[in-house]
């Protein structure tokens, strides 16, 4: 059997906390590994002995590692994960958390997380109003999307009907 492929966070000495902090927030979830730096490390950026180096861990059960290598290579939001979600209150507690102790909104369903990670969170609902409807359906839609930071599914289906908000 193959592997999955597994994503993998750059951290600069945040990875266990960032792992903890994923597992707790998503259902289905685990750390799976740690392993740690010893005291004569030979890799760079010679954290201190017993911090973790790679943090394995399952995400809704989709495998992940965070690997503390040191401040070279912070996150953009180049990369970002995507969380289908299927409705507002999965949405909103997702948001909220991810948002929370340092964390910022962006627009569009995207926010970034303390530990400097970006995430799309999007309701199931939004696919598929983009898929079945009319284009003049999608642009209110998408017209409504872009005013948007968190996304409010009642609005986003009140501009797909072209009812007045």
């Given amino acids: 059997m193959t592997q999955p492929i597994t994503p993998c966070m750059w951290m600069d000495g945040t990875a ?17 590994s740690i392993s740690r730096y010893a005291a ?6 010679h954290f201190k002995a017993g911090t973790a180096m790679l943090v394995t861990f399952t995400l809704k059960g989709r495998p992940f590692a965070a690997l503390n290598g040191g401040p070279q290579f912070p996150q953009t939001e180049a990369v970002s994960f995507v969380i289908p979600v299927e409705d507002q209150a ?8 991810l948002i929370a102790d340092g964390g910022a909104e962006s627009m569009c369903g995207w926010c970034k ?4 990670v970006s995430w799309q969170v999007v309701p199931h609902r939004l696919l598929e109003m983009q898929t079945q409807g009319a284009a003049e359906q999608n642009a209110r839609m998408g017209n409504a999307l ?4 968190k996304l409010d ?5 009140a501009a797909f009907a072209g009812e007045a908000a």
């Fill in 16 to 32: 266990e906390e960032a792992a903890t902090f994923y597992v707790s927030i998503f259902e289905d979830s685990r750390i799976d």
């Fill in 40 to 45: 004569d490390s030979p890799f760079p950026p």
């Fill in 90 to 97: 999965e949405l909103d507690r997702l948001w909220d958390a």
């Fill in 113 to 116: 997380d303390r530990f400097g």
């Fill in 146 to 149: 872009m005013t948007m930071r």
């Fill in 153 to 157: 599914i009642a609005a986003l289906e």
